[in-house]
T-cell receptor, first 115, second 113 residues
Framework: GAGVSQSPSNKVTEKGKDVELRCDPI?????LYWYRQSLGQGLEFLIY????????KSGLPSDRFSAERTGGSVSTLTIQRTQQEDSAVYLC?????????????FGPGTRLTVL | KQEVTQIPAALSVPEGENLVLNCSFT??????LQWFRQDPGKGLTSLLL?????REQTSGRLNASLDKSSGRSTLYIAASQPGDSATYLC????????????FGKGTKLTVNP
């Protein structure tokens, strides 16, 4: 079956602009995660969804970052007023049931470059 | 706060060699520990997941062990092949009821033909 897909694969934007990143999880997966991978840094957890609710938003770095999930499926990560330090690869993952109890399946990521 | 460290940061070996990648974590109250592979420009592929009650997991030429008391995990790769070249990431659950994984920075493996 289809894996996790993300769009766009690459995004170049100017400082101060808003961007939206999209994640389509594997069908039937109830848990969805967003991570960020910056140059020289490890993967950094951003937010976790179980269904449409987000019980753990602790990784969002500032109030410029927000995410939503609708219909228990597609998720959108929005970054407002982008800064150069937001440049990174944003990865989405989904798992079948209760989050960390199951293997996470990752998408290919969106490479964001803020000029 | 869970912290995950991977040593070495990079490793280069000749084809056919057996090798071990190391991972250490600071909070032993983990739910599970996972090993992933990342190829350049691509997402992560799950290799092995070890539950906290388990000591090891095997898949093909890969064997991962877990020692919670010492805060260590190892990934053993037997008879390495050039196709094994990638970055290997270790991730441990953060504990405290949180649902997030904490990742190490990875070991970049190069297997030379």
């Amino acid at each position: 079956g289809a894996g996790v897909s993300q769009s766009p694969s690459n995004k170049v934007t100017e400082k101060g602009k808003d961007v939206e990143l999209r994640c389509d999880p594997i069908s039937g997966h109830t848990a969805l995660y967003w991570y960020r991978q910056s140059l020289g840094q490890g993967l950094e957890f951003l937010i976790y969804f179980q269904g449409n609710s987000a019980p753990d938003k602790s990784g969002l770095p500032s109030d410029r970052f927000s995410a939503e999930r609708t219909g228990g499926s597609v998720s959108t990560l929005t970054i407002q007023r982008t800064q150069q330090e937001d440049s990174a690869v944003y990865l989405c993952a989904s798992s079948l049931a209760q989050g960390i109890r199951d293997t996470q399946y990752f998408g290919p990521g969106t490479r964001l470059t803020v000029l | 706060k869970q912290e995950v460290t991977q040593i070495p940061a990079a490793l280069s070996v000749p084809e056919g060699e057996n090798l071990v990648l190391n991972c250490s974590f600071t909070d032993s109250a983990i739910y599970n520990l996972q090993w992933f592979r990342q190829d350049p420009g691509k997402g992560l592929t799950s290799l092995l997941l070890i539950q906290s009650s388990q000591r090891e997991q095997t898949s093909g030429r890969l064997n991962a062990s877990l020692d919670k008391s010492s805060g260590r995990s190892t990934l053993y790769i037997a008879a390495s092949q050039p196709g094994d070249s990638a970055t290997y990431l270790c991730a441990a659950t953060s504990g405290g009821g949180s649902e997030k994984l904490v990742f190490g920075k990875g070991t970049k493996l190069t297997v030379n033909p």
